[in-house]
């Protein structure tokens, strides 16, 4: 009887050990598996894209008081009728004219040459003050771009209307930074 017993026992272990294994679970946990991989390349990814985001928005902060200098030297030069002091922050695609107690700004841009007036030693205008009204950067000209506002006063001491505003274009040359472009707006 012992003899059948472990007999029985051996045939039972025997017959539930060559059952054929289910094999759709490891497939599920495979495919399980890879989507998370991809799930976590994506998301390396798109962190990679905000490390490289927030590095470019360090940078435009370290460098905001860098240019803000060079556009209050801008405006200085301007309002003074000081060519040296534009000269040290305008680029070589810039030239300053001087003709009849006049300053003049010229440059090509988009084709065209572009000539401003930059002081007047005959205005009637005085300067008094600027704001920065607005900066940032051009991604797709790599370069960056600083909104001012000058106040100036008539004979009278009368704000004049309309207010000048003024854009500078910064780039990077030779290591520098300078304007290449300027424009004003009223």
Not at 114 to 129: C, G, Q, T, V
Request: net charge negative.
């Amino acid at each position: 009887m012992k003899k059948i017993i472990v007999a029985f026992l051996m045939c039972i272990l025997i017959i539930s050990g060559c059952t054929p294994k289910d094999d759709t679970s490891d497939i599920e946990n495979n495919n399980e598996v890879n989507k998370l991989k991809e799930k976590v390349k994506a998301l390396e990814s798109e962190l990679e894209k905000k490390e490289a985001y927030i590095e470019s928005i360090k940078e435009q902060e370290d460098l905001f008081p860098v240019l803000s200098n060079k556009a209050l030297t801008f405006v200085r030069g301007q309002t003074e009728g000081n060519i040296h002091k534009l000269k040290e922050v305008i680029s070589d695609n810039i030239s300053i004219v001087e003709e009849k107690g006049k300053i003049y700004g010229v440059y090509e841009a988009y084709g065209q040459k572009i000539k401003y007036l930059l002081y007047d030693e005959n205005s009637k205008r005085k300067y008094k003050d600027m704001v920065i009204q607005g900066y940032g950067y051009l991604e797709g000209e790599d370069s960056y771009i600083i909104h001012i506002r000058e106040f100036y006063v008539d004979e009278n001491d009368k704000p004049v209307s309309p207010p000048t505003f003024l854009n500078l274009y910064f780039v990077q040359v030779d290591g520098n930074w300078k304007i290449e472009e300027f424009g004003f707006d009223v």
